[in-house]
């Protein structure tokens, strides 16, 4: 496989998990961006039980607010990507038509065997997909692999985020449950927005409503396979892993400080990008997983 298309499928993975319990305590972060600095907390999937916990619906109208009213919330006060700004307009009506969509199966199951394909989006009947509902929207961040491989101990971490190609995750939900999701981004930075992804998120896998409102955005490090939940804390950002990642002791849904996340992976980003140019990056990782497995053991 191509480096190229390697590069590729590596950003096309499917978008991810959230975060927990909103009366857990949060990690601080003591002198405020110093790695190694947090108090590591598990913090659980809420789970959804009728009668207790409301729903966290948000109507097209609305549901862009929850990503344009801070649309750098994540970024360092000096980031290229402070002017970058969503099209509330667009984006509701990229929303409504979304949903139409969703509700047209329905309507359309006779001429066709449009159940599959609902199945194929997470619901289980088109009748199903025709009660969608939209939740809180998430940004969707990226770090790059040069920006990571120079990463100190003296780095601002959210110099490390950059959103350049607006792209935004919006839950789907039927029955207080999340079943779906739309992408909506741009195909071409400057281009028009537009509706790029539906179906499954691995980073609304197993979540709730609940569980996603103290989440501020959604990370990828399409390069070390990685993404992550977000959540601004303070003056700092909590990454919170989707999965559990043995390579770098990342366990799902406990929360660290980012700082200490780009501590761990500053050194084999670096190996990373040394591969890239050889074409060898498959085999450094491997390389690297096997390494720390033996030190394990």
């Known amino acids: 496989m191509s480096q190229p298309i390697k590069i590729a499928v590596w950003f096309s993975m499917a978008i991810g998990m959230a975060h927990a319990n909103a009366g857990a305590t949060s990690p601080t972060t003591p002198g405020g961006d110093s790695p190694g600095s947090t108090n590591e907390l598990v913090t659980p999937v809420l789970p959804t039980r009728p009668g207790v916990a409301p729903c966290v619906f948000a109507s097209p109208s609305e549901t862009y607010k929850y990503v344009e009213s801070d649309p750098t919330l994540l970024l360092g006060s000096d980031s290229a990507e402070q002017k970058i700004s969503l099209d509330p307009k667009t984006v509701e009506q990229l929303i409504k038509t979304g949903i139409q969509e969703l509700q047209a199966l329905q309507k ?52 490390l985020f950059v959103n350049e190609s607006l792209t935004v995750l919006v839950p789907v939900l039927v029955d207080c449950k999340i079943r779906s999701s739309f992408v909506i981004s741009e195909l071409d930075a400057g281009k028009e927005l537009r509706i790029v992804g539906r179906g499954p998120s691995n980073f609304l896998k197993d979540r709730t409503p609940e569980s996603l409102s103290t989440i501020d955005g959604v990370v990828k490090i399409p390069e070390l396979r990685l993404q992550f939940l977000a959540r601004k804390l303070q003056s700092s950002v909590i990454l919170i892993p989707i999965a559990h990642y043995p390579l770098f002791r990342f366990e799902k849904d406990k929360e660290y400080a980012a700082p200490e996340i780009f501590a761990r992976l500053q050194p084999v980003a670096k190996k990373v990008a040394e591969a890239f140019a050889d074409g060898d990056e498959d085999e450094i990782i491997e390389r690297s997983s096997r390494s720390k497995q033996s030190q394990q053991n």
């Open 108 to 159: 359309e199951k006779v001429k066709g065997n449009y159940d599959s394909y609902a199945k194929a989006l997470g619901f289980s009947s088109a009748d199903e997909a025709a009660k969608v509902q939209t939740g809180k929207s998430l940004r969707v961040y990226r770090v790059p692999l040069d920006k990571l491989v120079h990463y100190q101990k003296s780095s601002k971490s959210a110099d």
